[in-house]
């Protein structure tokens, strides 16, 4: 079986038909990191493409801050009550996520988390299965 990456992963879920974005507590250079790698771009072209990279530094606002995760979905013009969160980490992404209205799904490959008050996946991959087609 093929590990499938979050390139991929992204590819895949834009391809059905998903509005994807980024929300990260960075220093300014995310959005430039992430396409330096191949990972997604907000512009045409051959990566992934996301419709936006919400970088905390550039905003003045950092998760868990639910105002993070409402910007990027005023942005993509998605109800929160539609959307899903995939982040690594309960307190920043799944607590932020949450307090925005925002489906958390946190991922968790060492299954350390220990907590059942929401939902865990072990690679990106498996945000297919959650999801339905678009």
């Given at each position: 079986m093929a590990v499938i990456g979050g390139a991929e992963v992204l590819r895949a879920l834009s391809a059905s038909g998903?509005?994807?974005?980024?929300?990260?507590?960075?220093?300014?250079?995310?959005?430039?990191?992430?396409?330096?790698?191949?990972?997604?771009?907000?512009?045409?072209?051959?990566?992934?493409?996301?419709?936006?990279?919400?970088?905390?530094?550039?905003?003045?606002?950092?998760?868990?801050?639910?105002?993070?995760?409402?910007?990027?979905?005023?942005?993509?013009?998605?109800?929160?009550?539609?959307?899903?969160?995939v982040g690594d980490t309960v307190r920043f992404d799944v607590a932020g996520a949450r307090a925005a209205g925002l489906y958390p799904i946190h991922m968790d490959p060492f299954g350390f988390c220990g907590t059942n008050d929401h939902d865990h996946i072990n690679?990106?991959?498996?945000?297919?299965?959650?999801?339905?087609?678009a």
């Open positions: 998903y509005l994807l974005g980024v929300v990260s507590n960075a220093m300014g250079t995310v959005e430039s990191e992430l396409a330096s790698v191949g990972v997604c771009s907000v512009e045409e072209g051959s990566m992934p493409r996301v419709g936006i990279v919400v970088d905390s530094h550039h905003l003045g606002i950092e998760k868990p801050d639910p105002r993070i995760f409402e910007f990027a979905l005023e942005s993509l013009g998605v109800d929160a009550s539609k959307a899903v969160y690679r990106l991959a498996e945000i297919q299965s959650w999801l339905a087609p």
